[in-house]
């Protein structure tokens, strides 16, 4: 499918990412309808023309026209609401999503889908603390990675579907992963540092630390205000790759400890000097210079 | 004391703190005079007009002339220093310092000095993770928190004298708290999150994740390019204090290991609502509308 002016987009879900989507594409030209249960984000959308038409339920007419629908729901949410409405689905139609966490998810809903349908998905690797349309911006993407998740059932059409869906949005990179090698490297980067932002947060009860506090802990602790709906549900979709992750953090954390305990200077010298080499290759003028 | 334009400040190490202070004082109008055992960095101090005199070497009549000596050397080079060229001080003459732990130094320096100067210690809570002169900066101050060490052996003229250095170089706020206080503090929001950001950054092997990176992980892991040699030296004098605060974290980690292993949802929600009420007393806005 190549995306036109012509080719119907409907958004499900309205919030930060599938509002930012709904501006992305409608600053780049394309029409967007959009269904939200929530009155006021659907109005707000309208007044500020970040869409064409919107709904606040599951709008027959939309779901029938629609060529791609993009969905940014609660993962649980996504999952009910094509097992109800795909029948309504136009035969062709590509159905992707922005959820968090795929294995469990793409082959439960890719085994019940409707034959003549496809669901490929995808996940755009870029947020924000912040919850709601209000917030919504579609330059969250430039500088993020889109990245697709394919598997064997899907076809060269969704993909290349998908990938022109980041290019429209700007997406720095696009990558492609296995669910599997999605959700392990999603369970290390993005998962564990929610732990452990979470944990650095509640475990010391100190009043009056924020007066002290420098830079350097605010950047570790700003994803520590976490949305616990989503995040609860994502934590537990994904629960053995984040187990994993967790012990492989928690027995680095020992190990420092050990060497902390037993003064062990060289040793820590050493894991510094690692550590300070890794994380060179994680910066972004150095990734731009090796492209 | 009362600081003024004649006041002969000293500072000894122009690295990226002591750089950065003789930068912020020289913007303000005084004449810094200042020592670091690299020409380089005198040449380049005195070729941008950072310093009005420098040295190599612990100058006498430098040293015989200061009023207040600001000291930015790793720890263990700085009480060598003073237990050394003590004796050409003025008599006094106010010693303060930058170091990052405080508890093993202060009591120890103040021991042994004369009794006719005083040292007060003070903590400027700022930083970059790059090194040396080319990169200080008097502006990182502008938005850090000042902290002054006093113990019962200090005066309120020493106190005075700090707090004036902390206003001349335009510090967000300037806080007071005793030395086992400070580590205590320390050990939490600054070492025990590099600890974190190095153990993140070298308990996973798998290549390429820099590919697939967000900026959560990437704030989080700013830190984990570490100065080697100053932090291994911070962590081992401050070991105590920080041992406990890693002990109080791997706890929390355990904690929300086991909720999610027996799929504890409520429990996981319940630790990120806490968490992000509490992140929320962090957030400098919410800091500024209080003050």
Known sequence: MKIDKDTKILIIGLGIIGGSYAKGFTKAGYKIDAIDTD??????????????????????????????????????IFREWIEKNQWYLKSGAIITDVTGVKGCLVRDIQGF?????????????AGCEKLGITHSNEEIFYDANYIVVPTEKNTENAINTCRQIGEILKF??????????????????????HCIAMSLMTCNHTEKLEDYTGDSFRDLTRIARIDE??????????????????????????????????????????MMRRSTARRKLFDKENQEETV
């Open 39 to 76: 009155p006021d984000t659907i109005s707000y959308a309208l007044e500020n023309n970040i869409i064409d038409k919107g709904s606040i339920k599951a709008d027959r007419k939309m779901i029938e026209e629609a060529d791609i629908l993009i969905f940014a729901l609660y993962p649980h």
């Open 113 to 125: 889908l409707r034959d003549d349908c496809e669901y490929i998905a995808a996940h755009p690797m």
């Open 172 to 193: 720095a990179r696009i990558s492609y992963l296995s669910p599997e090698d999605h959700d392990e490297m999603i369970g290390f980067v993005s998962q564990l540092t």
């Open 229 to 270: 709906t989503m995040w609860s549900e994502l934590f537990l979709l994904n629960k053995d790759a984040l187990l994993h992750q967790m012990k492989l953090f928690t027995m680095e954390i020992s190990k420092l400890e050990r060497m902390l305990m037993e003064a062990d200077k060289e040793g820590i010298k050493d």
